[in-house]
């Protein structure tokens, strides 16, 4: 009992029941939408108990990770973007091949900025600040990437005379989906410069409090946070270009005789 007692004084059964009343508010969100048909009960609750879950699993590993070596950031950043590839694949399921073009397309963009940012200096060298900020810009890379994949096949589909009249005039297959490839590319954008217009505004991102607790000077603090969040839009914008023209390779490749019929 006295070994239960003190557990239920840590920070962490403080947190747990913390994420418990969290839980029960996205519930009862979930089952306010049941009044307008919108049946995410179930999802909702799946949600909930694999995120707690994959949260708690993060925590248990990041305590030996994040005081190792810097390497190890190495292929623990390779596996975000591998699991993210595998979960932006699965939106664009019409794609072909679309786990390797969403792997290409994450880690071009994210390894991209992480490596040039780790030479200058912008990120530590050290696996306390290349992981959680390497899995910041992995996570808005799988989220652009997908949302490219998905509105670029959708448009070049429901737009497939338009594309077959711009070939048969002499466009080449890249010129044909411009048009569409531009507002794919512009729509999953939208979140990524609306973080950056609204910084500071409208919202202060959580990682400045860590900052600021571990007695960084605010104005630094505010500085790098405007720094972490534009990494976060060059690296979505090389992915978005990455997906995009890769897409537009394997639609006139694999599916010009669809396009055609």
């Known amino acids: 009992m006295t070994g239960i007692h003190e557990f239920l004084h840590t920070p962490v059964a403080r947190g747990l029941a913390q994420a418990m009343v969290v839980s029960g508010l996205a519930l009862a969100v979930a089952a306010l939408g049941r009044l307008r048909q919108i049946r995410l009960g179930r999802k909702t609750l799946i949600a909930l108990v694999r995120g707690l879950s994959q949260m708690l699993a993060v925590g248990l590993v990041l305590v030996w990770i994040l005081k190792g070596p810097p390497w190890w950031s190495v292929p623990v950043l390779a596996a975000m973007c591998a699991t993210a590839a595998k979960m932006a694949s699965r939106r664009?399921?019409?794609?072909?091949?679309?786990?390797?073009?969403?792997?290409?397309?994450i880690a071009?963009?994210?390894a991209t900025v992480i490596a040039i940012m780790t030479l200058v200096g912008v990120i530590g060298f050290r696996s306390m600040a290349l992981i959680p900020l390497g899995s910041m810009i992995v996570a808005n890379s799988m989220n652009?990437?997908?949302?490219?994949?998905?509105?670029?096949?959708s448009d070049l589909r429901q737009n497939a005379g338009r594309v077959e009249a711009a070939l048969s005039l002499g466009a080449s297959p890249a010129q044909a989906a411009l048009p569409y490839a531009r507002n794919a590319a512009n729509a999953a954008l939208i979140p990524s410069l609306n973080s950056l217009r609204s910084l500071g505004i409208v919202w202060i991102p959580g990682f400045a409090a860590g900052m600021l607790l571990t007695g960084s000077d605010p104005v630094y603090t505010a500085i790098y946070q405007f720094m972490v969040i534009a990494m976060i839009y060059a690296a979505s914008g090389l992915t978005a270009l990455v997906a995009a023209q890769g897409y537009e390779r394997l639609a006139f490749r694999e599916e010009r005789l669809l396009l055609s019929r």
Not at 92 to 105: H, T
Request: aromatic fraction near 8%.
């Open 92 to 105: 664009a399921k019409s794609v072909p091949r679309a786990y390797w073009l969403c792997l290409r397309s």
């Open 108 to 110: 071009t963009g994210a």
């Open 144 to 153: 652009t990437c997908s949302q490219v994949l998905e509105r670029l096949a």
